[in-house]
């Protein structure tokens, strides 16, 4: 579908150069002299590249659309990933670079988002927070839980983070999937 380039926003996924750009930032801009145009930050969706570029107001660009399935994560196989459609059962085979840095927090039976294009799986997408236990800290300073300094912590998984005072080995935490960051206590 054309759409115009003042209509473009983030997280829209476009297809430009034969090859898929997910928006990451845009910019409206209307210099002193000449015409208004559209700065936009896009990233390759399938190779990871990024790119700058300004787009005329008078310019169209492809917008394309995107199926979100939900689907179960089964097992891992060397560098591939299996996945159950939760709706038809049926089983799909995708390789581990489609999850990217999150690969650390997948688990067994995890939702996750398939984005497909033309029938053709081109991402996943993991919860936005998973909750994990900590497995090592280090021991609350007396004194120290007051105040705002973070220390740092292993997750079940592996992945070290960086934890309040008052957080220690044992306590389950919601972690960010994106990021990596401790964002509180499990309730």
């Known amino acids: 579908m054309k759409i115009s380039t003042n209509d473009i926003r983030v997280g829209n996924v476009l297809e430009h150069n034969s090859k898929l750009w997910i928006v990451t930032k845009t910019t409206h801009v209307q210099p002193g ?17 990024k790119l700058n570029e300004r787009f005329r107001a008078a310019e169209t660009v492809e917008k394309v659309f995107l199926d979100e399935i939900q689907f ?3 097992y891992r196989e060397g ?15 995708l390789p581990v670079e489609l999850v990217g840095d999150g690969i650390v927090f997948l688990s067994d039976g995890m939702l996750a988002k398939v984005c497909l294009y033309e029938h053709e ?6 919860p936005q927070t998973v909750v994990l236990e900590i497995v090592e800290a280090e021991p609350v300073v007396k004194g120290q839980t007051a105040t705002s300094s973070y220390k740092p912590a292993i997750l079940e998984n592996g992945v070290k983070v960086m934890v309040p005072q008052h957080v220690e080995a ?10 990596a960051e401790y964002i509180e206590r499990a309730k």
């Open 170 to 179: 044992g306590t389950k935490v919601v972690v960010d999937t994106s990021t």
């Open 79 to 93: 560098d591939d990933l299996h996945f159950m459609n939760q709706e038809t059962f049926e089983q799909i085979q």
């Open 72 to 74: 179960q994560f089964l």
């Open 33 to 49: 002299t000449g015409g208004a145009f559209m700065q936009v930050e896009r990233k390759e969706i399938r190779g990871g590249s």
């Open 121 to 126: 799986p081109i991402s996943v997408s993991l």
